[in-house]
């Protein structure tokens, strides 16, 4: 099983700031097998990217994904105040076929 | 647009088999393109998939649950379904279904969930 790390635990930044968060897997995932998920209170997780750097449908282009390997990056590049969420990285794999990172909570600084 | 809404009790009790249905709407779910999977999250928690299913029949589970785990469709409702036996207080959690793509238009991302359902085991 691909264990998937996510840092850090929180983020604390002001609106327009750059945010960058952290995803890494135990072993080596392919590109195509790695998403984001935007996560507000009391809603559903939002897909944001797809394949490690392809944006979902109507998701801002301040959000971009990047790596490949082990090592993954979400990048915000200037914070709006409906940003300031939690994100999860979640992985394609063989069994379970699907895994999530435990999460980073962008908070307001 | 396809939406996706889950529905079942919100309580059980503890031994007792957790039982949810999602209804699918603005799509069909013998889609081929998709698979459809349940997921859940407890409270102040991260993710954990549940298990999937696709349209040819086939299923997969999260081994550490699939012991428990039934997953169904009923194609004439454009219904999917989850039985979990033998739940405990560990099992409760918000249950959500998703769509997720078959490696075509998002490659294996969950593309649209539900809005989630709240499932409490207790006595």
């Known amino acids: 099983e691909i264990v998937l790390t996510q840092s850090p635990g929180t983020l604390s930044l002001s609106p327009g700031e750059r945010a960058t968060l952290s995803c890494r897997a135990s072993?080596?995932?392919?590109?195509?097998?790695l998403a984001w998920y935007q996560q507000k209170p009391g809603q559903a997780p939002r897909l944001l990217i797809y394949?490690?750097?392809s944006r979902a449908t109507g998701i801002p282009d301040r959000f971009s994904g990047s790596g490949s390997g082990t090592d993954f990056t979400l990048t915000i590049s200037r914070l709006e105040p409906e940003d300031f969420a939690v994100y999860y990285c979640?992985?394609?794999?063989?069994?379970?076929?699907?895994?999530f990172g435990p999460g980073t909570k962008v908070d307001i600084k | 647009q396809v939406q996706l809404q889950e529905s079942g009790p919100g309580l059980v009790k503890p031994s007792q088999t957790l039982s949810l249905t999602c209804t699918v709407s603005?799509?069909?779910?013998?889609?081929?393109?998709?698979?459809w999977s349940w997921t859940r999250q407890p409270a102040g928690k991260g993710l954990e998939w549940i298990g999937r299913?696709?349209?040819?029949?086939?299923?997969n589970y999260n081994p550490s649950l699939k012991s428990r785990i039934t997953i169904s469709v009923d194609t004439s409702k454009n219904q999917f379904s989850l039985k979990l036996s033998s739940v405990t207080a560990a099992d409760t959690a918000v249950y959500y279904c998703?769509?997720?793509?078959?490696?075509?238009?998002?490659?294996?991302?969950?593309?649209?969930w539900g809005q989630g359902t709240t499932v409490t085991v207790s006595s």
């Open positions: 299913f696709y349209t040819t029949g086939s299923t």
């Open positions: 979640q992985q394609y794999g063989s069994s379970p076929i699907f895994t």
């Open positions: 998703t769509r997720d793509c078959n490696g075509d238009s998002c490659y294996y991302a969950m593309d649209v």
């Open positions: 072993q080596s995932v392919s590109r195509s097998d």
């Open positions: 394949g490690a750097s």
């Open positions: 603005g799509g069909s779910i013998s889609s081929g393109s998709y698979y």
